[in-house]
């Protein structure tokens, strides 16, 4: 035990070595090991030590600097990394390379953005709340690059859609993103279309998060302004008159979406003024997937409480489920 303690206290030593071949061996046994439970959790007993040799090697020559950032989003999917990583400043580090435009691992720096975002402090390094100057430039930079390389084979930013879910999980972000003139709801909806699946599921789950607390956050009001917004999104999750979304997880985060709105007065009001039920019901008919058409089914009993037309809680009586007919 001793020995292989310090085998680790050696090998971190190398990643520090000035001799090149010294450095690219070291991060390759590095990488090797990151690839197993048991390899990340012989490497975090030194976290102190490994991850800030490893975070200089980010910007070394590419392919040391590949295993070093394989090795940091393998061991990243641990809280406890994660939280050392903050505490290093990677987020910072992360935009510094990305807004320079010359790190040739960019699909790679985003990867582990995504993963450090998956905590709270990380999304709000992310966010530079606490800079009134600053704030929410990284966001704006990371979307920016986002939607300009939309269409690109390979997709290096298609991971910036976990980051945006991860980010809309707290009010902080959702608000915001969702402030006047960024036009965030628009960009969002923008890559529903997107032949990547990663872009939609992230975005669509982005969405769905901004909904979800849109009345508390008072946010409610800005997203019901963009209807033709909410009529893509709808379309999209019934393909009335364009082609549905064909996964099924990111139909129903879609139909989540209409759902919180529906459940809000002002949202249900919009919706129904926008023929959402009719919209609704034909995507029903040719719905297939039971969690779609539960989502579906609570978003009708919405709809038919707010007007009156039932009065207890049997609305799923107005719905005839084996014949597909609201």
Not at 126 to 146: H, T
Not at 225 to 231: F, K, R, V
Not at 235 to 263: F, H, P
């Amino acid at each position: 035990m001793v020995d292989d303690h310090q085998e680790l206290l050696d090998l971190i030593e190398f990643l520090n070595s000035p001799r090149l071949e010294v450095q690219q061996g070291a991060v390759g046994l590095v990488e090797g090991l990151s690839g197993s439970l048991e390899g990340v959790e012989k490497l975090l007993s030194e976290a102190e030590k490994l991850l800030p040799a490893l975070l200089k090697l980010i910007g070394a020559q590419k392919d040391i600097s590949k295993g070093a950032l394989t090795s940091l989003i393998n061991l990243s999917q641990k809280e406890e990394a994660v939280a050392e990583l903050v505490k290093r400043k990677v987020v910072g580090r992360i935009m510094d390379y990305l807004q320079e435009g010359q790190h040739e691992h960019v699909e790679l720096l985003i990867m582990l953005l995504a993963n450090v975002t998956t905590s709270d402090s990380g999304c709000l390094r992310l966010l530079q709340l606490d800079s009134s100057s600053l704030a929410g430039f990284n966001v704006a930079v990371l979307l920016r690059r986002f939607l300009d390389s939309a269409g690109e084979q390979p997709d290096p930013h298609e991971h910036t859609a976990l980051v945006l879910t991860n980010i809309t999980r707290l009010k902080e972000g959702r608000k915001l993103l969702l402030e006047p003139g960024r036009g965030t709801l628009q960009a969002l909806v923008s890559q529903l279309s997107s032949p990547n699946q990663l872009r939609r599921s992230g975005c669509a789950n982005a969405l769905r998060n901004c909904c979800f607390r849109a009345e508390e956050d008072g946010t409610l009001g800005d997203l019901l302004e963009d209807t033709a917004s909410l009529e893509n999104v709808l379309e999209l999750l019934c393909g009335v008159t364009r082609k549905k979304e064909n996964d099924a997880a990111v139909r129903n985060s879609l139909a989540e979406c209409i759902e919180m709105l529906v459940s809000t007065e002002q949202g249900g009001q919009v919706l129904w003024d926008m023929k959402a039920p009719e919209m609704l019901r034909k995507g029903y008919e040719t719905e297939e997937d039971p969690e779609v058409c539960a989502t579906m089914e609570r978003i009708a009993h919405l709809f038919l409480a707010d007007s009156g037309a039932v009065e207890d809680t049997k609305a799923s009586e107005d719905i005839d489920i084996a014949d597909k007919k609201w």
